[in-house]
């Protein structure tokens, strides 16, 4: 049991790294993406003030400059917002197999116990039996009358 315990403590402390790490990420992202905007703001100020001060010369820079931030700032936004669905998939994949392991390890370790308890082998053999009869149902079972009727 406490093989099991110290299993399951292994996968949420993994899965709270892993949350930490996105949280990092994506405070960092947010920092750069914030502080381009405020450059962007800064420069817009400044060209404003340039074109009421002395009407032509450098407020064509300082546009320039203020609309490259912000440009800057949501091509950063955008590309981290397209591979959060990326990532996301691989998070969930990776989660999927830490929890098949999980599961055939317990299994695994619950297996000596089962054996060894009042139904033996069969308390084994009758959930492996089930799964596969419902398998078999499932492969040679017509399409749902459901999906149909939604057409």
């Known amino acids: 049991m406490a093989m099991l315990a110290s299993l399951i403590s292994a996968l949420a402390s993994g899965e709270a790294l892993a949350a930490l790490g996105r949280a990092r990420t994506a405070?960092?992202?947010?920092?750069?993406?914030?502080?381009?905007?405020?450059?962007?703001?800064?420069?817009?100020?400044?060209?404003?003030?340039?074109?009421?001060?002395?009407?032509?010369?450098?407020?064509?820079?300082?546009?320039?400059?203020?609309?490259?931030?912000l440009v800057i700032a949501g091509s950063v936004l955008i590309?981290?917002?397209?591979?959060?669905?990326?990532?996301?998939?691989?998070?969930?994949?990776?989660?999927?197999?830490?929890?098949?392991?999980?599961?055939?390890?317990?299994?695994?370790?619950?297996?000596?116990?089962?054996?060894?308890?009042?139904?033996?082998?069969a308390a084994v053999l009758a959930p492996a039996i089930a799964l596969a009869a419902y398998a078999i149902y499932r492969e040679n079972a017509g399409p749902d009358r459901d999906a149909d009727d939604a057409d």
């Open 27 to 69: 405070a960092v992202v947010y920092i750069i993406v914030t502080l381009a905007a405020m450059c962007g703001v800064g420069f817009l100020i400044g060209a404003a003030y340039i074109w009421i001060a002395g009407l032509y010369g450098p407020m064509a820079a300082s546009l320039g400059f203020g609309v490259g931030f």
């Open 79 to 121: 590309v981290y917002r397209l591979s959060a669905g990326l990532r996301a998939r691989r998070r969930a994949r990776r989660r999927s197999a830490d929890m098949k392991a999980l599961g055939i390890t317990a299994a695994l370790a619950a297996l000596p116990v089962l054996l060894k308890g009042k139904g033996g082998l």
